[in-house]
């Protein structure tokens, strides 16, 4: 299954075993934004959106169906 997480900082990545449900509910609320299934993006390296994407300066993810509207309230 999908029992680990990578996490990607300005400098590195790290490979964590947790689920990405399990390690979204210890990240801060304010600072951290569940755009898809598989993503978690810091809020300060978002820089647009759209109906279909999140794009960060060096990075365009998807925003998955079920996250749209929680995207939209938050950005």
């Known amino acids: 299954g999908r029992e680990y997480v ?3 900082s300005v400098s590195e990545s790290f ?3 947790s689920a990405i449900s399990s390690f979204s509910k210890i990240l801060p609320e304010k600072k ?5 299934r598989r993503y978690i ?3 300060q390296y978002i820089v647009a959106f759209d109906a279909r994407f999140v794009y960060g300066y060096d990075f365009k993810l998807p ?3 079920t996250f749209k509207q929680q995207v939209a309230n938050q950005l």
């Not at 951290?32 to 898809?36: A, G």
């Open 32 to 36: 951290f934004l569940r755009i898809h």
């Open 15 to 17: 490979l964590i075993k």
């Open 6 to 8: 990578k996490i990607f």
């Open 63 to 65: 925003i998955g169906r």
């Open 41 to 43: 993006v810091s809020s």
